[in-house]
């Protein structure tokens, strides 16, 4: 039986090297190993074998059985990466031909100036109020204490809507709305899109704006002053100085101009400096005391509060803090452009 089984094993290990394909080695496997296979052909004549003698041919046979597994599991690998090659050689994918490119969307600078003015005006406790883009000409003058034939209706070339209704042309409207509103303390920012009749590289029909107002017992001046300061140095950088040049606003007295240092040459402005064009400042709001008027029509007593209100324009920002040249290319949705930022 020992030869029986010796003979057996060999011719299995050369059919099984000789396999050309898994389906000829699976037949192989049946042949040898399966039940009605060779292996077990030969076990069939343990029976006449002596008890003595058994335990030595089982453990035989087990070793034939263990290296035949063991050299069809080679010989499968083999052929399955060889039939992997094949199949891969078929398809002849041209891996060099370049990809497909898809645009990644990114937040608009105005979108990440704005919130980066609202988040440091919420640090100092602002809310964020937003109001109505049509608006109603009571609130977008009346109230604010530009009357009808008031020249300073001239400085807003205003898109009329209709009898009484108006593009709001600043969000000063939504200082408005948020005295008649609320009670003091008010403490809000307003930012939004504002519409004026005028287009250049430094004027667009539509811009947006960021108006703050705070009104409580004892604001003075000098709280102005001092949030202003604080906003500068939060987004150009804790050197940054402002100074305040009288200016008139009609929705406020006294009226301000607010410059920041130059933070393109700092300390000594540069003569050929682009950013400041040499003066060493930059013009970044308007800015006051809120007119005593406008909290008569809000129903408030200009005896018990006082406030300041300043607003701002968020290109100009934006133009300054990304060194953007030239206004009209926020408004193009050039992808070029905006994939800089
Ligand atoms: N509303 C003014 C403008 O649009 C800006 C401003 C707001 C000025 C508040 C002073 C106070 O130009």
């Known amino acids: 039986m ?54 030595k041919i089982g453990a035989v046979a087990n070793e034939w059985k263990r290296k035949i597994e063991e050299a069809m599991a080679l010989k499968k690998a083999s052929l399955e990466g060889a039939a992997l090659d094949q199949e891969i050689r078929s398809q002849r994918i041209d891996i060099t031909l370049p990809s497909r490119f898809s645009h990644r969307g990114a937040l ?32 977008n003058f009346e109230a604010v204490n530009i009357p009808k034939d008031h020249p300073a209706r001239d400085m807003q070339d205003t898109f009329f809507l209709g009898p009484g209704v108006v593009l709001r042309t600043h969000t000063s409207a939504v200082q408005m709305r948020a005295l008649r509103s609320r009670e003091w303390p008010v403490r809000i920012l307003c930012p939004g899109a504002v519409y004026r009749c005028d287009q250049d590289a430094t004027h667009s029909p539509m811009f947006h704006q960021v108006e703050g107002l705070w009104v409580d017992r004892h604001v003075k001046m000098s709280d102005l002053k001092g949030v202003l ?29 607010v410059d920041v240092s130059c933070f393109q040459c700092g300390t000594s402005p540069k003569h050929e400096c682009r950013v400041c064009k040499g003066t060493g400042w930059l013009e970044i709001l308007g800015a006051g005391m809120v007119h005593p008027k406008l909290f008569e029509v809000a129903g408030y007593d200009p005896r018990e509060v006082t406030g300041f209100a300043f607003g701002m324009g968020v290109e100009r920002i934006a133009m300054l803090l990304h060194r953007i040249p030239d206004l009209r290319l926020m408004f193009q949705g050039d992808v070029r452009f905006l994939g800089q930022f």
């Open 108 to 139: 608009h600078p105005i979108t990440t100036t704005t919130r980066k003015i609202a988040e440091v005006f919420g640090r100092l406790g602002f809310d964020v109020m937003t109001g109505p883009e049509a608006e109603t000409d009571f609130l």
């Open 2 to 55: 020992l030869d029986q089984l010796e003979a057996l094993g060999g011719k299995a290990l050369n059919e099984v090297q000789a396999a050309t394909s898994l389906d000829s080695l699976e037949q192989v496997r049946i042949s040898v190993l399966g039940k009605k296979g060779g292996l077990s052909e030969v076990l069939k004549g343990l029976g006449s074998v002596p008890a003595t003698e058994r335990p």
């Open 229 to 257: 300061e604080f906003f500068a140095r939060e987004l150009f950088g804790a050197e940054t100085r402002i100074r305040l040049r009288p200016s008139y606003f009609p929705f406020v007295e006294p009226g301000a101009e």
